[in-house]
């Protein structure tokens, strides 16, 4: 299974100022969050004080989001590579549990820097 496509700061963007600049909500429907979504929908974007925050901080909402979907799916290829790993080991194909045990290794270390660069971020 691929990672998801990542979204475009661009794309949200033009939501943003398409969405009455964000009152609308169609930049947090894009980047997933339907909750404040809708919020933001039945509310004006949070009597635009809201709106207003995510213009000027949508550039980190994307790249959070991005971050985000790309460690659910190195979890995901993660659990995935554990359990062919299991399956080579119970049939004593020990070279090929070999190889899933470095490509395991690979995913624990992309998943730690991924963790690591959401710590990093300044919100």
Same mark, same amino acid.
């Given at each position: 299974?691929?990672?998801?496509?990542?979204?475009s700061?661009r794309?949200?963007?033009?939501?943003?100022?398409?969405?009455?600049?964000?009152c609308?909500?169609?930049?947090?429907?894009?980047?997933?969050k $339907? =909750?404040?979504?809708?919020?933001?929908?039945?509310?004006?974007?949070?009597l635009?004080?809201?709106?207003? #925050?995510?213009?000027?901080?949508?550039?980190?909402?994307?790249?959070?989001?991005?971050?985000?979907?790309?460690?659910? #799916? #190195? $979890? $995901?290829?993660?659990? &995935?590579? =554990?359990? %062919?790993?299991? %399956?080579?080991v *119970? #049939?004593?194909?020990?070279?090929?549990?070999?190889?899933?045990?470095?490509? &395991?290794?690979?995913?624990?270390?992309?998943?730690? $820097?991924?963790? &690591?660069?959401? =710590?990093? *971020?300044?919100?």
């Amino acid at each position: 299974m691929n990672p998801p496509a990542p979204k475009s700061t661009r794309l949200a963007y033009l939501l943003w100022a398409v969405g009455v600049f964000g009152c609308l909500g169609l930049h947090r429907f894009y980047l997933g969050k $339907r =909750k404040t979504g809708f919020i933001w929908l039945g509310t004006a974007g949070v009597l635009g004080l809201g709106a207003l #925050a995510d213009g000027l901080l949508l550039k980190w909402l994307v790249r959070r989001h991005n971050r985000l979907a790309a460690l659910r #799916a #190195a $979890r $995901r290829r993660l659990k &995935e590579v =554990k359990a %062919q790993k299991q %399956q080579y080991v *119970d #049939a004593q194909r020990f070279e090929e549990a070999a190889g899933q045990r470095d490509l &395991e290794v690979e995913l624990e270390r992309k998943i730690g $820097r991924l963790q &690591e660069s959401l =710590k990093e *971020d300044p919100f």
